[in-house]
């Protein structure tokens, strides 16, 4: 069976600091991953996904990268990180082709202070 | 971009009372509807979709959706709902499967 898993669980990091989070997925291959960010009153808001590796999608300009160096690992990182930056950081995934259903991971607590 | 609007933030409801939670999309093109559910302290998961065919389409734990293209609204249902069925509720949007949009989230709240 499939699993996701991110870390970490938490983060609490300092404004300014750099922010590196991890994503992989097990038991398929070439997934479609995505990065969302949950924030308060907003739902939940698309950052990035990747079709394969190397290629990456951006939705929202902002201080915030992706990256996928092998085919299922997704990693989301930031040089220097904003107050706003703060949020709960979602990666999912999804079968590549037709299927239609998101598998999301536990999510990241990131809090800028 | 596509815009998913959840109007109602939160929503408290009485046990087996009925329930509807609104969802409206911009889109004006063919797009395929998904509601996803996040029950406390867990990850969200699918609840039901519509892809084609019958514009009312059923979902896990007695939920059901009405695509109405007219509107464009997707509102969720519930003839009568429990307290397990306390949790956020996410509406989203794909016109293609690479991306997906979603809404800003309703709240169910049911009281014993």
């Known amino acids: 069976s499939q699993t996701i898993h991110q870390w970490p669980a938490t983060l609490v990091q300092p404004v300014g600091s750099p922010l590196s989070l991890e994503c992989t997925v097990e038991?398929?291959?070439?997934?479609?991953l995505y990065w969302y960010r949950q924030a308060a009153g907003r739902g939940l808001q698309l950052l990035f996904y990747s079709v394969g590796i190397g290629q990456i999608s951006s939705e929202v300009p902002q201080n915030l990268s992706a990256s996928r160096p092998q085919d299922r690992q997704f990693i989301l990182s930031s040089k220097k990180l904003l107050l706003s930056d703060s949020g709960f950081y979602l990666c999912?995934?999804?079968?590549?082709?037709?299927?239609?259903?998101?598998?999301f991971g536990p999510g990241t607590r990131l809090t800028v202070t | 971009a596509q815009s998913v609007t959840q109007l109602d933030s939160q929503v408290p409801v009485f046990e087996e009372a009925p329930v509807e939670l609104r969802c409206n999309y911009s889109?004006?093109?063919?797009?395929?509807l998904f509601w996803y559910v996040q029950y406390p302290n867990q990850g969200l998961q699918l609840l039901l979709k519509y892809l084609s065919g019958s514009t009312l389409v059923k979902g896990i734990n007695g939920f059901e959706a009405e695509f109405n293209k007219s509107q464009t609204s997707f509102h969720l249902r519930k003839p009568s709902v429990h307290i397990s069925d306390t949790a956020e509720y996410f509406c989203a949007v794909s016109e293609n499967f690479n991306k997906f949009y979603f809404g800003s989230g309703t709240k169910l709240n049911v009281k014993p």
């Open positions: 889109s004006s093109v063919s797009v395929y």
């Open positions: 038991g398929t291959s070439n997934p479609n």
């Open positions: 999912a995934w999804r079968a590549s082709g037709s299927s239609y259903e998101q598998y």
